[in-house]
């Protein structure tokens, strides 16, 4: 009984390293000066999204890093933005297809990406720094901004 618990033990560990977790970024948090939206061009409490989210970031490429790349990825600049906090909430870690759905789906917070195209060149730009996959990504989005992802 004692080998199966450690048998477990030991592929459940495993398993929870291959897990995306946002500690595996080292993230630090700052103070943004703005009460703007990048999303909405709205006055709001605004934090810092990731324009490519960390568990993005991890599902096309970043699993691969070292702790360091993941903390110089998480804490980039060029790969924030300034977003009320209810749209960021709502975009969560999603790609830019489903936070566009997510924006209009009528089940509660709607809004409209007023500078989507220039969310999708932030996005674009990010990935292509890091080598990260677009795999994840409908690339007629893209399409419709003139970015070709593929």
Not at 28 to 46: E, P, R
Not at 81 to 94: E, F, I, L, T
């Amino acid at each position: 009984m004692i080998k199966f618990f450690i048998a477990f033990f030991f592929v459940f560990s495993a398993h929870a390293k291959d897990k995306y977790q946002r500690s595996q970024f080292g993230y630090q948090s700052y103070f943004i000066n703005s009460k703007v939206g990048f999303y909405t061009g709205k006055t709001c409490d605004t934090n810092i999204d990731h324009v490519v989210s960390l568990k993005d970031a991890y599902q096309s490429g970043a699993n691969k890093w070292d702790f360091n790349m993941r903390k110089q990825f998480s804490n980039d600049k060029s790969n924030h933005v300034p977003a009320c906090r209810r749209v960021n909430s709502s975009k969560g870690s999603s790609t830019p297809k489903h936070f566009l759905r997510r924006s209009n789906d009528g089940k509660g917070l709607d809004y409209k990406i007023i500078p989507f195209c220039n969310y999708l060149k932030i996005y674009y730009k990010t990935k292509i720094k890091y080598k990260l996959s677009f795999k994840n990504n409908d690339p007629t989005l893209f399409l419709r901004c003139k970015i070709k992802i593929y």
